[in-house]
């Protein structure tokens, strides 16, 4: 495997590090907690992450997993740890699946089963990169806001 993908999976583990460590000591009724219309809850969002990842990953491989979009929208009452394992089994899927991908195959293309565009098998990882780094963000904000809602 080539110091590129060492370095994809590092760049995976810190955002997954920092999810973790966000999803450290929070109350349970705060993983569900919605901060506003048109939002997601925590437990949403990492849930829905670590789908997108698998499935980016999947489409990259030309091997996309079966995938239940709009039920990771509904996930309500997954505690941190669980959550945490999503984080866990994402990135060990991540590993065992590019094991043995060259660098040439980040040139091959690839269509996704959802929407029938193409893609290179590059770009399904940068973007599967991209989504869980904006996503990060949006968990890390949801947490803040809950620990300040309720103060004057």
């Known amino acids: 495997m080539s110091v590129f993908y060492d370095d994809l999976f590092d760049l995976f583990d810190k955002l997954?590090?920092?999810i973790k460590k966000t999803l450290d000591g929070i109350p349970s009724d705060a993983l569900d907690w919605v901060p506003g219309p048109d939002m997601n809850s925590i437990a949403v969002l990492v849930v829905h992450l670590t789908g997108a990842e698998r499935y980016w990953i999947g489409v990259a491989l030309n091997e996309p997993p079966g995938r239940d979009r709009e039920a990771e929208f509904r996930t309500q009452g997954v505690g941190a740890e669980a959550l945490k394992e999503h984080l866990v089994s994402a990135d060990d899927y991540a590993k065992q699946a590019l094991t043995g991908f060259s660098l040439p195959d980040l040139e091959a293309v690839r269509q996704s089963p959802r929407n029938g565009k193409t893609f290179t098998a590059?770009?399904?990882?940068?973007?599967?990169?991209?989504?869980?780094?904006?996503?990060?963000?949006?968990i890390q904000l949801t947490r803040q806001l809950w620990e300040q809602k309720g103060k004057p």
């Open 16 to 18: 997954h590090a920092e």
């Open 122 to 138: 590059g770009w399904c990882l940068a973007h599967a990169l991209e989504h869980t780094a904006v996503h990060t963000g949006h």
